[in-house]
């Protein structure tokens, strides 16, 4: 791991972050956060997302709050290692959607002294691992796990449920398809008639 000194204070680098969750558990802003601090740190800073999130900005990182960052879109994992090898911290979004070869992405640009920022769900609409998000969780050096509130009670949410139709796993949507749920909640919607709880597997 390369270590450094600024201002004599000890930074060090080459680390993998991770920020999971449920859909507007505010992920995205935290990575925004992230960003932004090492902008300020006079760092270099680059931040991909997946091509194909388009829904509001093509290349912007956007919250649902409207908070904007630049960022370059690319169609896969291997794409951030070719463009982001000569910066400081990496920040990408909506790892979900990338390919598994993303964890290995991530592993060489740590070991190469790169801080890499990754935010993303955990988990899908039917409360299954998501993508590449469970193993870069594992090789995380930090994890940090952020939450939304749910509607129907105001306890912490677990799960992003789905209110349209559709069992594709991957459906880009905002509140008008999403509702962010705690357990119990989430467990009293897939209910079904005879009282027995229908619990996808």
Known sequence: MTVSYKNGEMMRRGRVEVVCGSMFSGKTEELIRRMKRAQLAHQKVEIFKP??????????VVTHDGLTIPSTPVENSASILLLGSDTDVIGIDEAQFFDEGLVDICNELANKGIRVIVAGLDMDYTGK???????LMAIADDVTKVHAICPRCGALAYVSHRIVEGDKQVLLGELGEYEPLCRECYLEVKRGESGEVKVER
Do not use: C, L, T, W
């Open 51 to 60: 091509a194909i999130d388009v829904r509001y900005s093509e290349d912007e």
């Open 129 to 135: 691992p998501f993508g590449p998000m469970p193993n």
